[in-house]
């Protein structure tokens, strides 16, 4: 298994240019090291992927890798709706030195079921090491069902799932489908607990970004058998991850970095400022969690 607990779907900093802030990467990745965050994710949806060109988003993933240089698992985002282009991606993260990828179902084309099974099967067949899917009907129009998960989690090198559909029936589904040691990782922070009550193995997190140590506690609490701290946890920062999705994602949780003084830099288009009224929302939960915001921004 490539980790148990929690992974940051981490965030790109641009500086004040709009290009890709290395330094600022860099010490991003300290942080969730020192912070302990399980594994982080580099060129997810929260990292803003949609709009890097391939030499930057190339460029981001392997300077994550090696700054990181194994102390804790890199997992590149690298799928798309190209299953050519994927396999392209797919290859130079490996050979960058990427514990695993992640790839999304194909968007906007969707595929039918037949060219979604083989888009996978065709990308697994192309490199060595391990992928886990991604299930976002939300952002996709595609849904992966629990049946094809389970005829995927039949391929060697494909070996976990990142659950974003928002419907438990699904998950729990898939859990009674896939092989034991298949893992299953929320991709909703709001339900993070109830996917581990179903065999879960841990989440693939937009709220680690801010709350790294709370995610990985909200997670192990549950394997340790703390089921009482887990759950106070999960309802205690709800407020917070409704607060961190009450606009697009990355957008909420971005403008949260550079209120908590992280200094990540603004959004690309077609992404752009946040609402007013949904920054006060915001920084009232940060603060209501017990974060601190940088002065001048209160």
């Known amino acids: 298994m490539i980790f148990k607990g929690s992974a940051v779907a981490l965030i790109t900093p641009f500086d004040e240019n709009g290009r890709v802030n290395y330094e600022k990467l860099g010490e991003l990745v300290e942080f969730h090291i020192e912070n302990n965050t399980d594994a982080i994710v580099a060129c997810g949806t929260t990292g803003e992927a949609s709009t890097l060109d391939d030499e930057e988003h190339l460029a981001v993933i392997k300077y994550v890798i090696d700054k990181a240089n194994k102390r804790i698992p890199i997992i590149a985002g690298?799928?798309?709706?190209?299953?050519?282009?994927?396999?392209?991606?797919?290859?130079?993260?490996?050979?960058?030195?990427?514990?695993a990828l992640l790839v999304i179902t194909p968007y906007y084309n969707?595929?039918?079921?037949?060219g979604i099974k083989k888009h996978f099967e065709t990308i697994a067949s192309s490199v060595n090491i391990p992928i886990i899917m991604y299930n976002v009907p939300s952002r996709t129009g595609v849904n992966l069902a629990p049946s094809m998960v389970s005829e995927l989690a039949q391929v060697k090198n494909i070996v976990g799932i990142k659950e974003a559909s928002g419907n438990l029936a699904q998950v729990a589904e898939v859990c009674r489908l896939v092989p034991k040691d298949f893992a299953v990782y929320s991709g909703n922070d709001d339900t993070i607990l109830p996917l581990l009550s179903l065999g879960g193995h841990g989440v693939i997190s937009v709220l680690a970004n801010i709350c790294p140590q709370e995610t990985h506690?909200?997670?192990?609490?549950?394997?340790?058998g703390d089921i009482n701290g887990s759950r106070e946890l999960q309802l205690g920062m709800k407020p917070l991850i409704d607060a961190l999705f009450i606009e697009v994602n990355?957008?909420?949780?971005?403008t949260a970095a550079n209120l908590l003084g992280f200094e990540v830099g603004g959004l690309r288009l077609p992404l752009a400022e946040m609402d007013p009224k949904n920054v006060e929302v915001l920084k009232q939960q940060l603060v209501n969690c017990g974060l601190k915001l940088q002065e001048g921004t209160c």
């Open 78 to 99: 690298t799928g798309g709706n190209d299953t050519i282009h994927s396999i392209y991606m797919c290859q130079q993260a490996e050979k960058f030195g990427a514990d």
């Open 110 to 114: 969707k595929g039918n079921k037949s």
């Open 217 to 224: 506690d909200l997670v192990y609490k549950f394997f340790e």
């Open 250 to 254: 990355p957008v909420p949780v971005k």
